[in-house]
């Protein structure tokens, strides 16, 4: 067996295979407008530019598991981000997200609200036919969000999320970086695949 392999099996075991819950949440997120940095290396010389950007949409799923008695939730997830544009023109493309998340607050089922706190942090794919975002991907993002779980699973969440990516052309010793920081709602489902109790009541 590969490395490769070992660390994947060793992941799932470790972010899964002890869990006494599981739980899927698909969402879809809409984040607001906002002015983007556009930096520009060439040749050692720096400029930097501010473009005014429209909104980014977003939708994925996340796979969340906790143990009974903690508080705590984490994960992983996946997803599809929009483009940023600014005036029609493409200042980064679409991306595939691929992240960590950790969740602080107890759901509690039989409870009308549930509060949790969230941060996530990842990858960013670009879905470019252009070979010049994926020469050096030092593409990021994390996301902090404070959300509420209601009846049925509804989640609503506001979240903050700072995302950078880089578009380098190494021949020509050319780089920019598109960094845009970004507030954000989220419309989720939560979704109880599995929730196995650990300790049981016993009647006396």
């Not at 994390?142 to 950078?164: K, M, Q």
Request: with cysteine; net charge negative.
């Amino acid at each position: 067996m590969s490395w490769k392999k070992c660390l994947f099996v060793l992941t799932s075991l470790c972010l899964f295979g002890f869990s006494h819950s599981f739980d899927l949440k698909p969402f879809a997120q809409f984040y607001f407008p906002t002015d983007i940095t556009v930096s520009k290396d060439s040749m050692d010389v720096s400029a930097e530019q501010e473009w005014e950007s429209n909104f980014v949409i977003e939708a994925g799923i996340e796979a969340l598991s906790s143990a009974e008695f903690n508080p705590m939730r984490y994960g992983l997830g996946i997803g599809f981000r929009s483009a940023q544009q600014s005036d029609g023109v493409e200042a980064a493309p679409p991306s595939i997200p691929i992240w960590m998340v950790l969740s602080f607050g107890r759901i509690m089922r039989e409870s009308i609200i549930s509060p949790y706190l969230s941060v996530r942090g990842g990858y960013l794919a670009p879905i470019s036919t252009e070979g010049s975002w994926w020469e050096r991907p030092l593409n990021y993002f994390a996301n902090c969000g404070v959300g509420v779980v209601l009846p049925l699973g509804i989640t609503l969440e506001a979240s903050v999320d700072y995302s950078s990516m880089q578009k380098s052309y190494v021949d020509d010793d050319v780089k920019y970086r598109v960094s845009s920081l970004r507030i954000g709602v989220m419309l989720a489902m939560n979704i109880v695949v599995s929730h196995d109790k650990m300790y049981k009541q016993t009647s006396e």
